[in-house]
């Protein structure tokens, strides 16, 4: 048996209200959930976990989709009496598709924001490699200057929010440089799971997917959104949104309601 760590989580909202779950993206942090659930969701209570080797969370191996479900059952196991909303963007929405189909007794509903699943295998080597070539800044500002040139541009995303990130997921490495708050190898190993055969939810759970239209590739292959509508049927809302991949932070308020509506 997989040995289940005790994740870092971020909470937001109150400790009696509908619960979900929300899980980030590949590189990413629990707090980025932040201005979603307290200017959108207040009425929601949100646990918001730094997936294994990401934030605060222990980096232990394995780093795979069975030990990330095992440490998020645990999880709610411990903090929840009952079925949840999960709330995944990108990777956080493959892993919310796996834990619903090991454990569909504590999901209730799958709100999956431009997920990452069945990715072609050389697109993710592609990235895998540009990941580890390029794994640190030489400062801040090159750091910011990154995130705006990509799926953080000033166009959609609030710069206020991004220099949060900044603040909270930017720490020093080797030789006066920065890099995010992650574990390297973790990362690495996580590229790899995304080219895995994608899976299914369970067929009768209720589950809402926005698909990011500037993102291409797009990460929501065809084949996934194809074979997901026929095992889900009427089950399955599906959304494009013009926006690049970064769904929460330049859609909090669409998003929020999508998960408000799922509650």
Not at 47 to 76: K, M, N, Q
Not at 177 to 197: D, E, H, K, M, N
Request: charged residues 20%.
């Amino acid at each position: 048996m997989a040995v289940v760590s005790s994740l870092h989580v971020h909470r937001f909202g109150p400790a009696d209200a509908p619960v979900v779950l929300a899980l980030h993206g590949l590189t990413g942090h629990g707090n980025r959930w932040e201005t979603l659930a307290t200017e959108h969701l207040p009425q929601a209570r949100i646990i918001a976990p730094d997936l294994r080797g990401h934030g605060r969370s222990s980096s232990l191996p394995p780093w795979d989709f069975e030990t990330i479900v095992d440490d998020l059952a645990s999880l709610l196991r411990t903090e929840t009496d009952g079925p949840v909303v999960v709330a995944g963007h990108s990777f956080g929405g493959a892993a919310g598709i796996h834990l619903a189909r090991r454990h569909p007794d504590l999901v209730r509903a799958l709100v999956l924001l431009d997920p990452a699943i069945g990715i072609d295998p050389k697109l993710i080597e592609q990235v895998a490699l540009a990941n580890l070539a390029s794994p640190d800044y030489t400062d801040i500002a090159e750091a910011r200057s990154d995130k705006q040139h990509s799926a953080w541009s000033p166009d959609e995303v609030d710069p206020a929010v991004l220099e949060r990130e900044l603040a909270e997921h930017l720490v020093p490495t080797e030789g006066g440089r920065v890099g995010w708050r992650i574990f390297q190898p973790a990362i690495t190993s996580y590229w790899g799971q995304l080219a895995r055969p994608f899976v299914l939810p369970p067929a009768d759970l209720p589950t809402v997917l926005v698909r990011a239209a500037k993102v291409q590739p797009p990460y929501v292959t065809g084949e996934f959104l194809a074979a997901l509508s026929a095992h889900l049927g009427d089950r399955l809302t599906v959304e494009v949104w013009d926006c690049d991949h970064m769904v929460a932070q330049a859609r909090p308020a669409e998003a929020a309601a999508l998960i408000a509506a799922a509650l």
